[in-house]
């Protein structure tokens, strides 16, 4: 333990012990009787915020003091105006601390994860599944953010050292299967649990990380400053990406990647605070060139998504001929784990996709058995990866949560479909990057800025 | 003729497990949001339910309104403000005054006070003090109280939203009925020589 | 022991005098006069007319009634053996109805009604004085020990005549 307070916890005043967040949790980290306050076991908890979600128990105005919620919204890192409940499961606020950051004036480079696009309108008043990323990106600039780039850019990054590094693999580089590491949660649980297999998590860091890794390399050398003066910041729908970008390796040269992660909820938060009115902005897009994506970096933020986006690259490097069908429906899905199997240039490739942590253990232990017979496997720690994760805007009526995940994973397939640019290889953008700055996937430069170690100190 | 009886929502102790999802249901059902599926930022006031989760060494579970047949709270309204609507006992909050006496009639205390909200602010009202100098100003309040989600297509909010069905419609009239039809099969298959003069049994 | 009636289903017929009867008992005055349709039809027994059975049910004087329980009021309370209804402090919440398990009480005309055994009707409970079919019992202490005790003996030893 590294003296660091967990990002996710439970206070005791407002808890009732309703034991919902149990249900929940996909590690078993919430302990309590029934009808007492719960509380969270620092050492097994993997941040998702699944649990904040789910929480339902909140400081009643007929009960609370005014006082002592204003000195809750501090402790919580809130904005004090912010006149949503307190809820008794909570995540910690980065909101306030960046809203300063940029008023004093700093070269500010920011990112958002696919998720966001897909569900900010919700904290606006549009319907479930609206996707906006003209508003989004019309937002940050309204807030002062001098370079508005997108996650998305590095999600096509991703694919291209995640597939290379997969087909050395394949080659006999290193073990199989491959697991994605793009969700922290799941790599911390790893970590965890499974310390053993850590050499079967692709060394790639997440989009998050290889965004801020490159906005304060490249990023930096086209606008002139300074790496050290560059302060980055990512938006996303995951409480668990703010222990991420403090991780040990997540780093490049002596500078952090990511300097401030905030969730979909906390962006929102911040446009309320500065009355920025979010549903009549403008659609603008995002700064090139690192704010350029295809439709497949964009449906990161779904199950399967990671690994349809990966397929249609890999089967192209592979066989030399696109993917017949752009859409690989066969890794669509929901909660719980998936397989398939396709054949490209007539080797049979194995591919699991899995939803929800809880559902690993069994493919973790056959791994360790090693009666696995899968080559690559995508795992994201929430039910229908990141559109559900536990940064997103709070659905308020448990019954309407399947719903609103349903529209938001159609928003991000939307977005895919009417995207010129479907494939990350093809992302002009990428393939300029690689020209000018980074040379090949897995190369030197990929290794220092692109690539990290788990297993190291949490 | 009879009368149709007042439904009235009630909950089941044995199956609450007091995760205040009803609360937050019920004052999302009537807070003017308008939307189809709220997220805690569209919140731009608190939330005021008017279910009260009620938490006792001996049992949790919420208590609301149970639209008295003869209610103490319409009956003792001076401003003839809490009326019958679709069966319902509704506190129509344009009438309300904030006196405050049905709180004090209503024997579950079923009835809460609060402060009126519009555009995410108190609605304030100035009072000014005996001498005519300075103005106070305080809050408008009115009385809530469970209004049976009259006009939600969906029916009570509650009802719709709890996690472990604890909360459900007692149709009084009808469970009445069920209840009397299972007594005298009891007392036809179970119950016998009530008239010792009749022999065997 | 409270004493309580009960109707014998194998007996009962259905006809519904006994729900006439007691609403004109309860409403102080004849049906059967002029202007007696003004009253408030309100029997305290209830008829349950089914395939299966047929019997009227009324309020069995709990021990540990369950409506004078639940009342917020204070309205149902034991008076002499009898489980009364104030009229007077009730509120008509149906919370009693909620309680009761056998469905014996009811709430008409604002207030709850229950049977109370006719205990200021000279004639007795007004059910039995009007049942064709002899249908009803009043169950009193000593009728009840008397058959438990007459049981007792006729499982010990099926021959024998118990002694009281």
Redesign the interface.
């Known amino acids: 333990m590294n003296g660091q307070q967990n990002v996710i916890r439970i206070d005791s005043d407002i808890c ?5 967040c149990k249900d929940v949790c996909p590690v078993g980290a919430v302990e309590g009787v ?2 007492t306050p719960h509380s969270i076991r620092e050492d097994v908890c993997v941040l998702c915020g699944q649990c904040v979600q789910q929480c ?3 400081a ?3 009960e609370q003091h005014p006082a002592c919620i204003a000195e809750k919204k501090r402790e919580r890192g809130l904005f004090v105006s912010e ?3 307190l ?1 008794a499961a909570w995540h910690t606020g980065d909101a306030p601390r960046v809203a300063s950051r940029l008023a004093e004036g700093c070269h500010s480079m920011v990112q958002c994860a696919p998720a966001v696009r897909a569900a900010i309108g ?4 549009m ?2 599944g609206a996707l906006t990323p003209g508003r989004l990106a019309a937002a940050l600039r309204r807030l002062g953010f001098d370079r508005v780039y997108d996650t998305n850019f590095a999600a096509d990054l991703t694919i291209m050292e995640e597939g290379s590094e997969l087909l050395q693999r394949m080659e006999g580089a290193g073990p199989l299967p491959m697991f994605t590491s793009c969700c922290p949660a799941w790599v911390r649980y790893a970590e965890q649990q499974f310390p053993d297999l850590l050499e079967h998590l692709s060394s790639c860091k997440s989009p998050q990380q290889m965004a801020g890794a490159v906005f304060k390399s490249y990023g930096a050398q086209l606008d002139g400053v300074d790496p050290r003066q560059v302060f980055s910041v990512a938006v996303m729908p995951c409480t668990c990406k703010k222990a991420e970008a403090q991780r040990p390796g997540m780093e490049h040269d002596g500078v952090r990647d990511v300097d401030a992660v905030l969730t979909t ?1 906390e962006l ?2 911040m446009l ?1 605070q500065a009355h920025i009115d979010f549903a009549a902005l403008p659609d603008e897009p995002f700064d090139r060139p690192l704010g350029s994506y295809s439709g497949a970096g964009n449906i990161f933020g779904l199950t399967g998504g990671v690994m349809e986006a990966a397929l249609r690259t890999a089967y192209e490097l592979v066989t030399g001929e696109p993917v017949p069908c752009t859409e690989l429906v066969y890794v669509r899905g929901g909660e719980g784990i998936r397989h398939a199997t396709l054949t490209m240039d007539g080797r049979t490739f194995r591919v699991a996709v899995v939803a929800g942590l809880q559902h690993v253990r069994p493919l973790l232990e056959a791994v360790r058995a090693g009666t696995c017979d899968v080559d690559f496997v995508e795992v994201m720690c929430c039910p229908q990866g990141c559109i559900s994760g536990g940064g997103q ?8 949560r399947d ?2 995940y349903a529209a938001r994973k159609a928003a991000l397939y939307r977005h895919d479909a009417e995207l010129a640019c479907r494939k990350s290889h093809e992302n002009p953008q990428v393939q300029a990057l690689y020209r000018e700055f980074l040379g090949e996937p897995l190369g030197h430069v990929s290794h220092n800025l692109l690539h990290t170690v788990y297993g190291q100190t949490r | 003729m009879q009368s149709q009886l007042s439904d009235f929502v009630v909950a089941d102790a044995s199956r609450c497990i007091g995760c205040r999802v009803c609360e937050v249901a019920c004052a999302v059902a009537h807070t003017a949001t308008g939307k189809e599926h709220p997220v805690a930022g569209n919140l731009d006031s608190p939330l005021l339910p008017r279910l009260y989760l009620v938490r006792t060494p001996l049992a949790t579970a919420p208590v609301q309104c149970r639209h008295c047949e003869d209610a103490p709270c319409a009956a003792s309204c001076p401003a003839g403000a809490i009326r019958r609507k679709d069966g319902a006992l509704v506190v129509e909050e344009a009438r309300c005054v904030g006196c405050k006496t049905c709180m004090l009639a209503c024997p579950f205390g079923a009835v809460e006070l609060v402060p009126v909200y519009a555009q995410g602010r108190a609605v304030m009202q100035t009072v000014q003090t005996e001498d005519g100098g300075v103005c106070t100003v305080s809050p408008v309040m009115v009385a809530v109280k469970c209004d049976m989600c009259t006009g939600r297509q969906a029916g009570p909010a509650c009802v719709q939203a709890c996690p472990r069905g604890a909360l459900r419609m007692a149709a009084v009239s009808d469970l009445r009925r069920r209840r009397c039809a299972q007594a005298a099969a009891g007392l036809a298959k179970y119950v016998t020589a009530l008239h010792p003069e009749d022999g065997r049994s | 022991m409270n004493a309580f009636i009960v109707a014998d289903p194998r007996r009962c017929i259905g006809c519904a005098a006994c729900e006439v009867a007691c609403a004109a008992a309860a409403a102080g005055q004849s049906v059967f006069a002029p202007g007696g349709q003004a009253a408030v039809f309100s029997p305290r027994l209830h008829l349950v007319a089914e395939a299966a059975v047929t019997a009227p049910v009324q309020c069995r004087q709990c021990a540990d009634a369950p409506c004078a329980a639940i009342c917020p009021r204070g309205a149902i309370r034991m008076a002499e053996g009898v489980v009364t209804v104030d009229s007077g402090l009730c509120i008509g919440c149906k919370m009693c109805m909620v309680a009761c398990p056998v469905g014996a009480i009811e709430v008409r005309g604002g207030r709850a009604s229950k049977c109370q055994l006719c205990t200021d009707r000279p004639e007795g409970p007004a059910c039995m004085q009007v049942c064709p079919a002899e249908a009803f019992t009043l169950v009193r202490a000593q009728t009840l020990r008397a058959e438990l005790v007459r049981r007792r003996a006729a499982g010990l030893c099926p021959a024998a005549d118990a002694r009281p």
Do not use: D, I, N
């Open positions: 009732t012990g309703c034991g919902r029934q009808g339902s128990a909140f009643s105005f007929y006149a949503a409940p809820f919700e904290e606006f008043g319907p479930a909820g929102a938060a309320r805007p709070k659905v308020l009526l448990p019954f309407q719903e609103v």
